[in-house]
């Protein structure tokens, strides 16, 4: 049995991690290949870490960035990849954002390969053209298999055409849970930025300083706080990131910086250093496909504020945080406040954080997939 996966870009951390291991529980008898079309993106150029060592089997088509490369380029490799390796199982990550994706699809039905899809995409996080989503439903029509994030991705096939029991994989969003506990553990032994970060309780967000994050919304949330609440003293807010708004960002802290603590942007390693001094996570994004860095702040034990745009609401977020309604500065507050105000039940919250992220450990998600795939290659 030869399943290939084809993949965008070979740097995503987060995705090495499943293929790793996917690559630790596929059984002797599978031979499974990642192909990754480009190296990386150009977004991510100073992120890149060369000394990575991939611990699975891949075939890198482009050693270059993906925006660099022609779209006939890509299909004619990606499409004569899926000839050359003969395939039983085509998992494709990905599917109506780039040409050679689509097409890998629609190819590998037309050989009469089994078809899965990967979606992260939801039908909220995207402007949609009647066009775009025609072309879905109809690629949703040749597939044999999904695995999607969680529910909202989920949802959203099944309203393209999907089928409850079409679904190999529902708690597809994982991070490398095993490096960022243990970076989190030693950073919290070692007392971490304890020279500079003075409040015992802190709030954090974590991202790219960029107006579809809506980073303004929160600053002004946590001053209002501070400015009323007594018990809001002991509160500070990491804000660790770079973007474009880092100047206007940096402006509004300086209004009323007491106890605002803003960073620049680290290599995903670091940040669990940052989550040992916090308790509570907020996303207040306006749109977010999903957000893997709440999985990463609940891996650590912290509470959860997102908003109501951020496609993990569903899954990750029910008694160890709340959900505010997106850019209603408000909601957000009452939501901060209850945190604030209540010690015993953020305790409580964070510890339920910790139960709820264990149905998303890599490890199981990985064993789901490959008992998905094997169910797949021998359905009629």
Known sequence: ??????????????????????ERQRTDKMEICVLQIA?????????????????????????????????????????????????????????????????AIIFSFLLGKKVVISNESTSFDHQRSFLKEFLKKVLVKMSDGFIVFGKTSKDYLIELGAKPDQFIEQKG????????RKVFEKAKEEIFLS??????????????????????????????????????????????????????????IEVQNKHIY?????????VPKYFSQSDCLVLPSNSEPWGLVVNEAMICGLGV?????????????????????????N??????????????????????SLEIIKDFKVEEVAKRIVNGFQRIYQSA
């Open 1 to 22: 049995m030869r399943i290939l996966i084809i993949h965008n870009i070979l740097w995503t951390h987060y995705k090495s991690v499943l293929f790793e291991a996917i």
């Open 39 to 103: 190296k990386n993106d150009i977004s991510r150029k100073n992120m890149s870490s060369p000394e990575v060592n991939y611990q699975y089997s891949f075939k890198l088509l482009f050693d270059d960035f993906i925006e660099n490369i022609p779209t006939f380029k890509k299909v004619q490799a990606v499409l004569g990849y899926i000839r050359s390796y003969k395939p039983d199982v085509v998992n494709v990550t990905g599917w109506a954002g780039d040409l050679s994706l689509t097409l």
């Open 173 to 180: 969003a994982v991070v490398d849970d095993k490096t960022i």
């Open 195 to 252: 020279e500079v970060i003075k409040t015992p309780q802190n709030f954090i967000y974590v991202g790219r300083i960029i107006g579809v994050k809506n980073i303004p919304i929160l600053v002004k949330a946590f001053q209002n706080i501070k400015s009323k609440i007594v018990e809001a003293e002991d509160w500070g807010l990491i804000i660790l990131g770079n973007g474009l708004l880092d100047e206007e960002i940096e402006k509004l």
């Open 262 to 270: 803003k960073f620049p942007a680290v290599d995903w390693q670091g």
């Open 305 to 329: 504020i997102v908003s109501d745009s951020c496609g993990c609401k569903d899954d990750l977020v029910q008694d160890n945080g709340y959900v505010f309604e997106s850019g209603n500065q």
């Open 331 to 352: 909601s957000l507050e009452n939501a901060m406040k209850s945190f604030v105000l209540d010690m015993h039940k953020l305790e409580i919250m964070k510890s339920k």
